[in-house]
Structure formats: C-alpha cells, structure tokens
C-alpha cells in the first residue's frame, strides 16, 4: 500500500521520495464503526519544522513526542549523524525509553514491530542528584547553568518582579554593574554588589533572599561541559529532566539552553555554506529537534516566562539555522498564537473545549472545507486516533498514531 508522505514539499518528494522520512502511523479511512487503517503515515526529517501537538490529558501527547525520538534513533546512520534532539520532560517520566515496551508486545506484533529499548542520555540538575539517587532514578549526566549568563531582564522573570518596582530597580542595578565589571561571576557575587547598592535596607534584605533562595534551585555551578559537549552531539538523544524543578526555573533553564542551541546553530550554518561555497567538507554540528512537554508552561498566550522570547524567535527563524521545535499541550489555546500560526504541522488527539477548539480552527479555516470539530468528532474511539493538518500540502489527515517500542511511564496508575 503506497506511502502518505507529509511535511515534504513537491520538490523534496519528487527528489528524495520517502528517503529520511519517519514512521508515525497509519491513516484512517472511513469513520465510526466503518473506520479501519490503511496507508503508512510518514513525515519529512530532512527539513526543520514547527509541529504542534495537542489533545485532552490521557489521549497520547506525551507518548507521541517519543515517537519522535524513537524514530531519529532509528535513522540510518547517514542521516542520523546530522540530527540530535533535547526533550524537555516535565513529568519525569521519559527516562523509560531506556527499557523496552514489553507490556505492549502483542499490539506492537500487530504493526510489525518488536519492544525495544534505545539509548537517550538523562540530564539533571547537579543540585538534585541527592534527590534522584535516593529514589533510585538512574540519569546518565548533569547540567549547571552559569549565573554569568542571564541578563537582568531574566532574573526578573523567573523571580516575577516588576522592573519599576524598587526591588526590580536594585536588581537591575546590581546585575548591570556587575556584568560590567566581572566576565564571570557567581550568586554570592551578585549578593556582595546588591549589598553595596545605597539604597533602603528592607528593600535590599527582600533582593537578597531571592538570590539566596535561587542558590537552593539546584541549577547554578562552574559548568564542565558545553552545549556542543552536553546535546549538540551526532545522534545524540537527550532527555532534560525538570520534573522537581519550579516551573518559572523550568522555563529560565529551557530558555538558556534553547538560546545556545540556536546561537551554535547560526554559527554552524554560515560555516556550512562557507564550506559549500568552497567546495570543502567540514565537520557539522547537527541540527537540532527540540521538544517541549506542557508548552503552554513555557510560551503563554497570556504573560511572559523565561522562555518565551527565545521559543519565539525559533519558531519564526528557526528554518534557516535549522531547529525543529516540537510542542504538545493539553491547552492549545492557551498556547501562544505565535507558535500555532507557525506551525507548518499540527497533530491533535480529542479535544472537548471549545475555547481549545477555536484556537486549532484560527490557523486551519482559510483552506479546510468544514468546521475542525466534525474531524474530531468523527475520530475513532480508541487511543491514538487523530488528525494532522499538513501546512505543505493543504491537506488535512485521520491517523492513528504507531505504538511505542519503549516503555512508556505516562499512563495512569491503577488502584487494584
């Protein structure tokens, strides 16, 4: 049965036909009790994209998104060495992909396809390995981030101070001095200047115990490795575990990392067009998937967060340095219309709010022939069912997404 083939334009298609294409699932011909599967679901991997994904809790977003790992992990080594992924895991429950999906193996026997365990590296934040050592929950490395890298306007964020509030103000005040004066500098440094500020006593008591209390996140040290070192490997499948860290910190450290990825990136592609224009071969940094669990966390509709700024920037300019962003969100509408309007692929699962619904219906009406809602509610009930609206052919598709061949630790426990 032939292929369906989306996220690929006429060109790539008629060049590279299915070559560097993954496998998400089969698509769904009639509806009801007719409905039954039918062609393969590909999607393009050569190429950068947005992809949204979203649908009620329970309906398969998390699961879906290790599909996607699961599927570069499999690509031939030719293509494979030129791409790496960061998974922002929220939940902490994408550490399982290392172990095979043995509760499964009769439906994986279904679709041709055996349990299957695959080689992701686990980052923490080096100040929470007490934690996840004494839950006996295995990781593979550490991260820091530097207090050096973030600007004023990021400590303002992730602390949600006003900048023309008196805390904001000394806050600012210390953090530019000492940009200005230290290459490098720690917390405890940033509390030395704060306390040399001439400003009132409670004011500068109330700025310190912030910085005092940012100590305690866990995420602040002298870093060992590099963004290159820690992601931007050939192949290389992280997974970041933010699962005990506050939300404001999740979106502060998943802002800073973004940030470097995109900045090597921009590098990486001048000197590869350098390269091609000299006819030489060079050494690539690989493109980079990144993908984001509870993104209405991280780019609001409404607010700002620590991340927002960079995730924005991507999702506008991030073809050409070659990112691909991944969001799945239980809330598309509250989800930043930015990223919806974006996305050149949108996978959604069951939805029942209508607020939800009519924020997939604003970017999907100028060429889908009836209400979004009618493709929803014709889905299948089982698990998995959904639709892709593909942005490169106008089409809209009925699918039901492949099963994991590794252990999926997002389902609900059951009291018996």
């Not at 009639?30 to 950068?48: C, N």
């Not at 200047?193 to 996140?217: C, S, T």
């Not at 209508?354 to 604003?362: R, T």
Request: contains cysteine.
């Amino acid at each position: 049965m032939p292929e369906i083939v989306i996220g690929r334009d006429f060109d790539d298609l008629e060049k590279y036909g299915t070559k560097g294409t993954i496998f998400l699932g089969k698509h769904i011909v009639g509806t009801g009790e007719d409905a039954h599967l039918t062609s393969p679901l590909l999607m393009d991997i050569l190429r950068p994209h947005v992809i949204c994904i979203s649908g009620k809790r329970g309906q398969g977003k998390s699961y879906s998104m290790m599909i996607f790992v699961e599927e570069i992990s499999k690509l031939p080594d030719e293509i494979k060495k030129n791409l790496c992924a960061l998974s922002v895991d929220t939940q902490g429950i994408f550490w399982t992909m290392k172990s095979p999906n043995e509760q499964q193996i009769d439906l994986l026997a279904e679709w041709g396809l055996k349990p299957k365990g695959f080689d992701v590296n686990v980052l923490i934040p080096e100040g929470q390995k007490h934690i996840f050592d004494s839950a006996g929950v295995s990781y593979d490395d550490v991260f820091y981030i530097m207090p050096h890298e973030l600007t004023s306007e990021d400590w303002l964020n992730v602390f949600e101070l006003s900048p023309v509030d008196t805390p904001g103000i000394l806050l600012q005040r210390a953090v530019n001095k000492l940009k200005k004066s230290k290459k490098e500098y720690t917390i405890d440094d940033i509390i030395e200047y704060v306390k040399k500020e001439k400003w009132f006593e409670k004011e500068k008591l109330v700025v310190e115990n912030y910085f005092l209390g940012a100590k305690g996140w866990g995420i602040f040290g002298q870093r060992k490795k590099s963004i290159k070192d820690l992601i931007l490997q050939p192949g290389k499948l992280t997974i970041l575990d933010v699962s005990i860290t506050p939300q404001n910190v999740r979106a502060l450290v998943v802002g800073l990392l973004s940030s470097q990825i995109l900045e090597e990136r921009v590098k990486a592609r001048r000197l590869e067009e350098t390269a091609k224009i000299e006819e030489r071969k060079i050494e690539r940094t690989p493109m980079c998937w990144i993908l984001v669990d509870e993104a209405h966390n991280f780019v609001p509709a409404e607010g700002k967060t620590p991340a927002s700024d960079v995730f924005a920037k991507i999702v506008k300019e991030g073809r050409q340095p070659g990112i691909t962003t991944l969001f799945a969100t239980q809330r598309p509408d509250k989800l930043h219309p930015d990223v919806l309007a974006q996305a050149d692929l949108v996978i959604s699962f069951r939805l029942t709010s209508k607020a939800d619904i009519d924020a997939l219906k604003a970017i999907m009406q100028t060429y889908i022939l009836f209400d979004i809602d009618k493709y929803l509610t014709e889905l299948p009930k089982y698990k998995g069912a959904g639709i892709i609206l593909d942005d490169n052919s106008e089409r809209i598709y009925r699918f039901r997404a492949r099963p994991r061949q590794s252990w999926h630790a997002g389902s609900s426990p059951v009291a018996l």
